[in-house]
């Protein structure tokens, strides 16, 4: 049997469902507020989304990986510049009525030096200063930035670079996180030297990238391991947010977040693959995503209008409302391709 036909065909959907879940603990960590030390729940929902990207593009053809490179870089295009504009649309408005947000493109182009656009967005994946609503499409622009790399070295016939990339990486990223208080305690170190496309997302998307082509051990074993230890480090985080956490610097450390991200995605890759049909129907593969950029804009309105105390079920609220608005546009492009066709055949 070759290994062609060893391989379960179709995509894997609990990956794609999985991500539904992760944005739900992204939801949740931008609602928390004073329950955030005990909740940090993004050391496993960012490098799992990068992980995932990796491994859905991996391919051991070498043609085929060039070819679908240009369709990666432009869907992440896509969704960088509808997360943008949407978050532009909205602080545009919100600055309208009370003031107390600004536009992206007033805040990129007018507020910073804009000389630095380029370096802060590319480098630091910063669209907008931090702390306004917006800031969170970090995570599209760092993928879009990926998405680059990617694409040159598809090109080129040079992805066994993951190999070395993701370590030198990984190292880079901990030295910045952590190494260098070891040399300058008070050194305040900017967020988005920890967390950006180069030094977190590059390696944490080149490791699923190379996951992909390993063969690791499958059956009902490895697979009850996989989920144990993916367990056990998610747990892990609890206890080492305390841990790092120093008067000096707030150290966001990533170690048991990536370890769990890892088994958990080979705890998937051992379950057999489901046929897609349904779902890319009726949510589509990129709902994740969608759900991802809308859902900081329904949190910042709920909190605004709605006081929850459970801050639970405002995280849960914010999610099944920027699903209902995804669900309701995409309904909505397939209705229209529906007329579009029964015209045609008319």
Not at 77 to 95: D, K, N, P, R
Not at 150 to 159: C, F, M, P, V
Not at 286 to 300: D, E, G, K, Q, R
Request: net charge positive.
């Amino acid at each position: 049997m070759t290994v062609a036909q060893a391989k379960p065909s179709g995509r894997n959907i609990y990956l794609d469902l999985f991500k539904f879940f992760l944005c739900y603990m992204v939801i949740c960590i931008h609602l928390v507020q004073t329950a955030y030390p005990i909740y940090p729940l993004y050391r496993l929902s960012v490098p799992m989304f990068f992980l995932i990207s990796g491994y859905f593009l991996y391919t051991p053809d070498p043609d085929r990986a060039k070819s679908r490179a240009p369709g990666f870089v432009r869907r992440c295009a896509t969704y960088m510049a509808v997360g943008i504009a949407i978050h532009t649309v909205y602080e545009v408005i919100a600055y309208l009525v009370d003031g107390t947000s600004v536009g992206w493109l007033l805040t990129t182009l007018f507020y910073d030096d804009p000389a630095k656009f380029w370096f802060r967005f590319f480098f630091e994946n910063a669209p907008i200063p931090y702390y306004t609503v917006g800031a969170q499409t970090w995570f599209l622009i760092a993928l879009f930035t990926l998405s680059l790399v990617h694409y040159l070295l598809a090109k080129s016939g040079k992805l066994w670079w993951y190999k070395w990339m993701v370590p030198v990486c990984f190292v880079c990223y901990f030295f910045f996180t952590a190494g260098v208080y070891f040399f300058q305690p008070e050194t305040a170190v900017q967020m988005r030297y920890m967390r950006n496309a180069w030094f977190f997302g590059l390696p944490c998307f080149g490791l699923g990238y190379l996951i992909a082509g390993i063969r690791w051990p499958r059956g009902r074993l490895a697979q009850v391991i996989y989920g144990v230890l993916g367990v056990v480090f998610f747990g892990l985080q609890m206890v080492e947010d305390s841990l790092w956490r120093t008067p000096n610097c707030k150290i966001e450390m990533y170690i048991s977040g990536v370890m769990a991200a890892v088994c958990l995605l080979q705890f998937f890759l051992c379950i057999r693959r489901a046929e897609c049909s349904f779902y890319y129907k009726w949510i589509g593969k990129s709902a994740p995503f969608y759900v991802y950029i809308l859902h900081m804009v329904v949190a910042v309105t709920l909190s605004r209008f709605v006081v929850m105390e459970n801050l639970y079920l405002q995280s849960l609220a914010v999610f099944l409302i920027s699903f209902g608005i995804y669900e309701a546009v995409y309904l909505g492009q397939m209705g229209v391709k529906y007329l579009r066709a029964r015209k045609k055949t008319a």
